[in-house]
């Protein structure tokens, strides 16, 4: 819900999906042409700070969404630089750094990082409406857009369906005890799955009612500073890059 | 019926778990009129609406669009769908794009409309329900009234001749309910023929032109709203009476009859004016 409501009240708001869409993967691009771990760092902290000063988000909104990749992120490094290592006795078992591999790991995690905050730069700024309507221009398949559309919209009514059968539930005591905790979710459960069937039907009743006979159509929103954000964004962009690659 | 733009002829339909929904049902709906259905639920009030928009094909008889049978081709369902608009009762089970301003051009859209149309059709819908503010705004981010409105809005933009709407005042609080019948009001007087499923007695007393009352999927009778709904025959097997009706009847039997003059109150506020002319015409004498 952070990062819905960050994407429908930001300062860039209005601003052409595809002006937003073009940096975010320039920004992955440094990331990965990044020459040095700590260039690839820069490239990261430079898209967040596009991300907070530009774009308006406040920095500990940003770090709690960011909190659960970092999180995996750390985790990951860890897996990758702790080795164990084996001996020919049970007491010979050990945990073993290779000072050799922390190089090419702390690369992996730069570019990750560059990776994250660029996406994070996209989710942001832009609503998922905005960013399918800007995949639909690339054109990506109708089937795909469709599943991401309706997982979107449904996202929400069945999050909502979700908090009312927990409220209904508990204020019956279906939470009183581990037990009964179980039998509430195995209920709740059973009853969404009986749920979607009907919403998927009443959803396709109501496409037939508004003559849809194929993909979902839908407007595009109109982005009247795309001449001017566009370039603006394809010139910063390439500029982050030529920055990643080519500085030592 | 010279003006019919709808119609079932003998229309029958058994859903296949074996329930049979509609039974033997001829029903007549007049271009520019305000028809509220009415029956408890599980009379057939839904599944009459997914005839009219031809979502369901009758089991035996026929649903007549101008007075000709429905031949179900695809150019006719694709032709009798940009002419009669549905909006169901639950708008979270229509309401397809998380953005407001997306799912109203899904209609249009279908109609394979250019895009500067579309986007024409789409202001002036949202215009029509009191929604442009809300154009940008996310659909879940929305109240329930307002869902239903844009609701109203993705069927509105397909320009309809016909606009059904099943339960529209469910869920609603008063305000939104005077609001909407607000809209349905100027839709009404726009020209459009106005079809509603209904359960409030009250509001199908002080706003239909005619009422069609179904019971066990058979018609029980359809008829002058006015006419139907003061019978006590029909009121015994709704379970219910218009309050304004009953006033109005319980008034006459104590000797002041606000029928009179050929003009019965059917809404609370016609009621109440009907009562002050009374008194002051008995002030007066």
């Not at chain 1, 990506?140 to 069945?158: E, G, I, Q």
């Not at chain 1, 039998?183 to 037939?208: E, K, T």
């Amino acid at each position: 819900m952070l990062i819905e409501q960050s994407a429908y009240t930001n300062r860039w708001r209005r601003v052409s999906p595809a002006a937003k869409g073009i940096f975010s993967l320039c920004g992955m691009i440094a990331a990965y042409a990044a020459t040095a771990p700590a260039t690839a760092c820069g490239v990261a902290a430079i898209l967040c700070a596009v991300t907070v000063l530009g774009a308006g988000i406040p920095l500990g909104r940003y770090l709690r969404i960011a909190a659960p990749a970092l999180f995996f992120l750390a985790a990951s490094a860890l897996s990758l630089a702790v080795s164990l290592k084996i001996g020919n006795t049970v007491s010979a078992l050990s945990l073993h750094l290779s000072r050799a591999e922390l190089e090419p790991i702390a690369h992996v995690c730069g570019r990750s990082l560059g990776g994250l905050t660029a996406l994070l730069f996209l989710a942001l700024t832009t609503p998922l409406s905005d960013i399918i309507s800007l995949l639909r221009r690339c054109k990506l398949p109708d089937t795909l857009l469709d599943l991401m559309t309706l997982s979107y919209r449904t996202l929400f009514v069945f999050s909502e369906a979700v908090h009312e059968t927990i409220t209904a539930q508990s204020a019956r005591m279906g939470y009183a005890t581990i037990t009964l905790s179980l039998r509430s979710l195995g209920g709740m459960v059973a009853n969404l799955s009986v749920q979607v069937w009907h919403r998927s039907q009443a959803l396709h009743l109501a496409a037939l009612a508004r003559n849809n006979d194929g993909a979902l159509r839908f407007l595009e929103p109109e982005h009247p500073d795309a001449p001017r954000t566009i370039p603006l964004a394809v010139i910063s962009g390439f500029l982050l890059v030529f920055l990643a690659a080519f500085l030592p | 019926m010279s003006d019919a733009i709808l119609s079932f002829n003998r229309v029958s339909y058994c859903y296949p778990d074996g329930t049979a929904a509609l039974n033997n049902c001829s029903v007549t709906i007049r271009r520019g009129t305000r028809t509220a259905v009415l029956g408890a639920n599980g009379a057939g009030k839904t599944t009459m609406f997914l005839h009219l928009n031809g979502i369901l094909r009758p089991t035996a008889g026929h649903v007549s669009w101008e007075k000709t049978p429905l031949d179900y081709s695809r150019a006719t369902m694709r032709n009798l769908r940009s002419r009669v608009g549905m909006v169901f009762q639950n708008p979270d089970s229509q309401l397809f794009s998380a953005s407001v301003q997306e799912d109203v051009s899904f209609g249009p859209m279908n109609l394979g409309l250019e895009k500067k149309i579309v986007r024409e059709r789409v202001a002036a819908a949202l215009a029509a329900v009191g929604m442009t503010e809300t154009a940008n705004k996310p659909v879940h981010n929305l109240s329930y009234g307002q869902k239903k409105r844009v609701c109203i809005a993705g069927v509105l933009a397909m320009q309809p001749e016909v606009l059904v709407l099943d339960e529209p005042m469910a869920g609603l609080d008063a305000a939104m309910q005077d609001e909407l019948a607000a809209v349905l009001e100027q839709l009404h007087t726009s020209g459009m023929t106005i079809i509603i499923a209904t359960h409030d007695l009250d509001f199908a007393y002080g706003w239909a032109d005619e009422v069609i009352v179904l019971q066990s999927g058979q018609l029980l009778a359809q008829g002058a709203a006015e006419e139907i709904l003061q019978d006590v025959k029909i009121q015994n097997e709704l379970g219910a009476a218009p309050l304004v009706a009953e006033i109005t009847r319980s008034l006459s039997l104590i000797g002041i009859d606000l029928r009179d003059k050929g003009y019965t109150p059917r809404t609370k506020t016609e009621l109440l004016m009907a009562i002050t002319a009374q008194s002051r015409q008995e002030a007066t004498l």
